[in-house]
Nanobody, 126 residues
């Protein structure tokens, strides 16, 4: 069983930056496809970004492309999400997700992921 723990959320002003981290345990981290999603109340979970096991192939949701950067350090079993130029529309709970066999053509689908963290809240004030 894979455990994922997110951190790094908080309150930031519009235009600011935050870096989220996701630490994985319970399996060989480098074997996992990984992703970030976000969710606000009463809305479906939204795809933010994903990357392959080596971190050299990345995928982004349209709302964050050009502002957010996903990366990973397999030696530290950690994935990151660098978020720049934040806007109030980025306010959400951010979730880390892991897949045992990610189909990168469907990386934006919640159904592709086998394990989820508990989430970290990001709030962007105007």
């Amino acid at each position: 069983h894979v455990q994922l723990v997110e951190s790094g959320g908080g309150l930031v002003q519009a235009g600011g930056s935050l870096r989220l981290s996701c630490v994985g345990s319970g399996t060989t981290f480098s074997s996992l496809g990984m992703g970030w999603f976000r969710q606000v109340p009463v809305k479906a979970r939204e795809f933010v970004a994903a990357l392959n096991w080596g971190g050299d192939s990345t995928y982004y949701g349209g709302a964050v492309k050009g502002r957010f950067t996903i990366s990973r350090n397999n030696a530290l079993s950690t994935m990151y999400l660098q978020m720049n130029s934040l806007t109030p529309e980025d306010t959400a709970m951010y979730f880390c997700a892991a897949s045992l066999a990610l189909d990168y053509g469907s990386a934006g689908s919640v159904a592709e992921y086998d394990f989820w963290g508990q989430g970290t809240q990001v709030t962007v004030s105007s």
